[in-house]
């Protein structure tokens, strides 16, 4: 099993739809976790931080489910400029002076008229 | 404005021709990293630093060197390229959290084409 996966999309969605990606981690170590947003050819940016309780921003959740250790981002109301590659980033520490972070491959979400 | 820089944004050379592609940052951040980017493989680590003078290896490091002689600065360089090492380089930027990072700044990226 890959440390992190995501379905690679696209998902192809009518503007207003509202839309679910997950990402997997495969180390149950693992302690912190993010989404970011790139569009094409351009630099990640972080979307939102994803909380053991999960947390909302506007139109957009995050939610953690560490029993089946996944990440969930849901965007509502979808608009056209949502249309990106959406990274999710898992951090993992080892104790000591040990750690990693992987970046997901990303799932790629058009939203169409 | 908080920014991490790169130069140069596009670059085309040919193998064997060292080049260096600077990364600078003006957030004081302890956490710095390059990233490389390509279609299917998603973004991979290519080396890291948590200090100055202090780098550690990523997921792919061979055939790049990286220094951390300043805070704000971390150039990456290639001493012989090749040209598997075409690519969409990032470099990004973070406060250090435990021994890694949380929120990552990124640079505008470099698009290298080795001949």
């Known amino acids: 099993r890959k440390e992190v996966e995501q379905d690679p999309g696209p998902f192809n969605v009518p503007e207003g739809a509202t839309v679910a990606f997950n990402c997997t981690y495969s180390?149950?170590?693992?302690?912190?976790f993010f989404w970011y947003r790139q569009d094409c050819r351009k630099e990640p940016k972080l979307l939102m931080s994803?909380?053991?309780s999960g947390n909302e921003d506007g139109r957009f959740t995050a939610q953690l489910n560490r029993a089946s250790q996944y990440i969930s981002l849901l965007i509502r109301d979808s608009k056209l400029s949502d249309s990106a590659t959406y990274l999710c980033v898992v951090i993992t520490y080892y104790g000591g002076s040990q750690g990693n972070l992987i970046f997901g491959k990303g799932t790629k979400l058009s939203v169409k008229p | 404005e908080a920014q991490v820089t790169q130069n140069p944004r596009y670059l085309i050379t040919v193998t064997g021709k060292k080049l260096t592609v600077t990364c600078s940052q003006n957030?004081?951040?302890?956490?710095m990293s390059w990233y490389r980017q390509d279609p299917g493989l998603g973004l991979r680590q290519i080396y890291y630093s948590m200090n100055v003078e202090v780098t550690d290896k990523g997921d792919v490091p061979e055939g790049y060197k990286v220094s951390r002689k300043e805070k704000r600065n971390f150039p990456l360089i290639l001493e012989s390229p090749s040209p598997n090492q075409t690519s969409l380089y990032f470099c990004?930027?973070?406060?250090?959290?435990?021994?890694?990072?949380?929120?990552?700044?990124f640079g505008p990226g470099t698009r290298l084409t080795v001949l």
């Open positions: 990004a930027s973070g406060r250090r959290q435990g021994v890694v990072t949380d929120t990552q700044y």
């Open positions: 994803v909380y053991s």
């Open positions: 180390n149950s170590a693992s302690q912190s």
């Open positions: 957030m004081n951040h302890e956490y």
